[in-house]
């Protein structure tokens, strides 16, 4: 079963997506949520660098939100930094860029998504082990193969890291698809 057919049906009132055209946004039927081994089926990821666990709800093209929870056994504590472990502003980066392209990807992009962009990025506080990390990613603007999204990574509430984030689908740069 794909990732499409375990979404909810429309309830009254909402459109369907428009045929072959899953996820167009405004007419993408909500995801309520994704395991770990779903998102797999979405994202080409895997461990070390898939830092998603969970993922829901989702209006594809639109908005996402994701957790993940941080581990003191993940690699990059081994350096970062001996003593007083921190969570690298780079792995939050690819953290919010992953969830925004579930959200890209559940709306018609292909499976492979690239970080094109990182604009107005700014840590506010640090992500340390034990930490359980709320995402969201909500599209600003984007056409002709690109998306960009504007995120945030947030701990008990407070925010940890926000920015915009621009990614691109290379198979739409190659034909004419839209996304």
Request: no cysteine; aromatic share 6%; hydrophobic share 40%.
């Amino acid at each position: 079963m794909t990732i499409a057919e375990q979404a909810p049906a429309p309830t009254s009132g909402e459109e369907e997506a428009a045929p072959g055209k899953p996820g167009v946004p405004g007419k993408a039927e909500p995801v309520a949520g994704l395991t770990h081994d779903q998102v797999r089926q979405v994202l080409p990821h895997r461990w070390p660098m898939l830092l998603l666990d969970r993922v829901g709800p989702v209006v594809p093209g639109v908005k996402g939100t994701a957790t993940k929870n941080v581990a003191g056994t993940e690699l990059w504590f081994q350096g970062h930094f001996p003593g007083e472990a921190v969570l690298p502003g780079v792995v939050i980066v690819e953290a919010m860029a992953q969830l925004s392209g579930v959200v890209f990807a559940l709306a018609g992009a292909s499976e492979i998504s690239y970080l094109a962009g990182v604009r107005s990025m700014r840590f506010r506080r640090p992500i340390v082990p034990g930490d359980q990390v709320t995402l969201t990613a909500e599209r600003t603007a984007g056409g002709g193969g690109f998306a960009e999204f504007r995120v945030a990574a947030r701990v008990e509430g407070q925010v940890a890291a926000e920015g915009n984030l621009t990614i691109a689908d290379p198979a739409s740069q190659r034909s004419s698809r839209k996304v």
